[in-house]
């Protein structure tokens, strides 16, 4: 009998557990600079942050918006004003559009070294020697909260590796980051290698953020929220309801410092799409289209 009553328990916090599980955060990646003098014909900047993108989109822990060729925060608020985004639904400044967290990096290390003997010959602009290389690669890693601009936490990630035998230098477009020859090379591992620590470093980093969501729409008392089954929302799920008053802008720098809000009450899901779910108002109500809702 006590057997069976564990067996129940265990049985019950696995799917307590399923159900709630963590909803995903949306995340974008701006453009890395670079930082590290390489002279080859690459563009170091995007395709790093094409790699972080990748890993992020694989991880399946976030909702990754497309936003590398947006350089940082204020650029993405100019967007949000220009006219070029719909109306409905368009970021006002200091806020990005599907987005809770901007990651922006800086490429400071990205070197390649034979460990002795010069250069054996030339093909194509390679230059291949015979010995064996060292690579190291760094970037530092910023996580920005879009609503304020501010940086939530950074982080140096480098990695080193290296191969013996045939040594290979680089510089020309055609080995650039993403190519097979390039994921082979030390270069390309140390580089991957970086990403790696800055996936693992972020993931940890972003669960002491709190997820926020925000009411799209109430027709015929249903709440529409702007959070689905791509987010990891479920049947059941309950979120408090929190009005959004005035934004506060610091006189002396201009950034926007939040804005109070004060819970109007909860909700409860009771159906969900890819993009959006519908929910019941269990306490409170009145809740306007932007209000913002929150797991407590």
Not at 140 to 148: A, E, F, K
Not at 176 to 197: M, R, V
Not at 233 to 256: A, Y
């Amino acid at each position: 009998m006590k057997r069976m009553s564990v067996f129940f328990c265990i049985c019950f916090v696995f799917l307590y557990g399923l159900s709630h599980a963590e909803i995903k955060k949306t995340i974008a990646v701006s453009d890395f600079e670079n930082k590290a003098g390489f002279n080859a014909e690459w563009n170091l900047g995007h395709g790093m942050a094409e790699m972080l993108t990748t890993s992020l989109t694989n991880s399946d822990k976030f909702i990754v918006v497309e936003r590398q060729n947006i350089r940082g925060v204020l650029e993405e608020q100019d967007f949000a004003q220009s006219g070029r985004t719909t109306s409905a639904g368009a970021p006002q400044t200091g806020r990005l559009l599907n987005a809770q967290i901007l990651v922006s990096g800086a490429v400071t290390e990205f070197a390649e070294r034979t460990s002795g003997g010069g250069v054996g010959f030339n093909v194509k602009g390679f230059s291949l020697g015979g010995s064996g290389s060292y690579a190291h690669v760094a970037v530092n890693i910023r996580l920005y909260d879009v609503t304020t601009g501010q940086v939530i936490a950074s982080k140096r990630c480098e990695a080193k590796a290296k191969s013996s035998g045939m040594s290979i230098g680089y510089g020309r477009s055609d080995w650039g980051i993403g190519t097979s020859n390039f994921q082979k090379a030390p270069l390309g591992k140390a580089t991957q290698a970086a990403i790696d620590q800055a996936i693992a470093w972020i993931c940890a980093e972003l669960r002491n953020v709190p997820w926020q969501g925000k009411v799209v729409t109430v027709k015929d008392n249903v709440v529409y929220l702007n959070c689905g089954l791509e987010s990891g929302v479920m049947v059941g799920d309950e979120f408090s309801v929190f009005s959004v008053g005035e934004e506060l802008i610091d006189p002396d720098t201009g950034i926007t410092l939040g804005s109070e809000t004060q819970k109007t009450g909860k909700v409860q899901v009771f159906a969900v799409e890819d993009k959006f779910s519908k929910a019941n108002t269990i306490s409170g109500g009145n809740f306007d289209r932007g209000s913002l809702i929150k797991q407590e």
